[in-house]
Nanobody, 131 residues
Framework: QVQLVESGGGLVQAGGSLRVSCAAS????????MGWFRQAPGKEREFVAA????????YYSDSVKGRFTISRDNAKNMVSLQMNSLKPEDTAVYYCAATSTRSGASFYYIAPRGPREYDYWGQGTQVTVSS
């Protein structure tokens, strides 16, 4: 089992940058593929990015590709999301999530984009982008 705690959210102007991080505790962090999701008021939770156990393979949603970068540090049990060129439509609560069921070879063929593919979730951190 793994516990996840996000940090780094806040208020930023459009065009600015923000980095959100997720600290993991528990066993075998490096055996989990990790993902970031976000949820805006009145909308469903949506996939943002995912990273393989080693960090060598990443996926992004079309809406953030080229602006966001997901990374992980297995020695520190951390996964981060660097967000650049932020837009008001990026405003949401950002959640990190861990999956063991999709951490194997299948990760390299198809991205785990569905929330149900993840086993553990953090509590979320608010990101607000003003126009």
């Amino acid at each position: 089992q793994v516990q996840l705690v996000e940090s780094g959210g806040g208020l930023v102007q459009a065009g600015g940058s923000l980095r959100v991080s997720c600290a993991a505790s528990g066993r075998s962090f490096s055996s989990y593929a990790m993902g970031w999701f976000r949820q805006a008021p009145g909308k469903e939770r949506e996939f943002v990015a995912a990273i393989s156990t080693s960090g060598g393979r990443t996926y992004y949603s079309d809406s953030v590709k080229g602006r966001f970068t997901i990374s992980r540090d297995n020695a520190k049990n951390m996964v981060s999301l660097q967000m650049n060129s932020l837009k008001p439509e990026d405003t949401a609560v950002y959640y990190c999530a861990a999956t063991s069921t999709r951490s194997g070879a299948s990760f390299y063929y198809i991205a785990p984009r569905g929330p149900r593919e993840y086993d553990y979730w953090g509590q979320g951190t608010q990101v607000t982008v003003s126009s």
